[in-house]
């Protein structure tokens, strides 16, 4: 089965500063990547994914990139804000039947 | 609120009782989906439903675990001889087949296993 990994667990920025989340997979057949924010106590909230006929989709400040050939998808966020702060999940689906997820990066955003 | 619905938001049982949990999906979407989230942890695929058929289920999925969704609209998810281990967050998450893949999740069931 898929085995998604993700890096790093926790991640502390400056207000303004960018953030990078990198995630990995190992099924080739995987073909949609999302990205959500969990905010303590909340559901997940899709925030941005990627097809895999897609090399990057940008969203403001959100940016997402695939690359299919090393398996690894990665997010980008630019000018952080507090409210930016929360765990981030990365997941892997192959066509939607089954959905695996990282095991979460939690954001801090410092003031 | 037209999203994904949950109910009942908290349940406490002993150890050994059976739970039932139910999930209303978005009107048009024909997926379901139910995880398990225990703290720390992304989610956990359990199941999936396509209308009423169950396409999908986790080999990490133990014999207690039931899930159904008779109609092809709202879901239930039972666990029986409940233990403490079960204690999690059940999330149910629900998506249209054209746009494959894009889930929105619901508020969750947060279970504790005395």
């Known amino acids: 089965g898929e085995n998604v990994e993700q890096h790093p667990s926790t991640l502390s920025v400056q207000e303004g500063d960018s953030a990078v989340i990198k995630c990995t997979y190992s099924?080739?057949?995987?073909?949609?990547f999302p990205w959500y924010k969990q905010e303590l106590g909340k559901r997940p909230q899709l925030i941005i994914d990627?097809?895999?006929?897609?090399g990057e989709k940008k969203d403001q400040r959100i940016a997402v990139t695939l690359n299919k050939t090393a398996k690894h998808f990665s997010l980008h966020i630019t000018e952080t804000q507090p409210e930016d702060s929360a765990v981030y999940f990365c997941?892997?689906?192959?066509?939607?039947?089954?959905?695996?997820f990282g095991t979460g990066t939690s954001l801090t955003v410092i003031p | 609120d037209t999203g994904v619905s949950q109910d009942p938001r908290h349940k406490i049982t002993k150890r050994g009782q059976n739970v039932t949990f139910r999930c209303d999906p978005i009107?048009?979407?024909?997926?379901l989906y139910w995880y398990r989230q225990t703290l720390g942890q992304g989610p956990e695929f359990l199941t999936y439903?396509?209308?009423?058929?169950?396409?999908?289920k986790s080999r990490l999925l133990s014999d207690r675990f039931s899930a159904e969704r008779p109609k092809g609209s709202f879901s239930t998810l039972e666990i029986q001889r409940t233990e403490q281990g079960d204690s999690a967050m059940y999330l149910c998450?629900?998506?249209?087949?054209?746009?494959?893949?894009?889930?929105?999740f619901g508020p969750g069931t947060r279970l504790l296993v005395l």
């Open positions: 990627i097809r895999s006929n897609v």
């Open positions: 099924d080739s057949a995987s073909n949609y």
């Open positions: 439903f396509q209308n009423e058929a169950q396409l999908e």
């Open positions: 997941a892997a689906s192959n066509n939607g039947n089954q959905f695996y």
């Open positions: 998450a629900s998506s249209r087949d054209s746009l494959a893949g894009t889930q929105y």
């Open positions: 009107s048009e979407h024909n997926r």
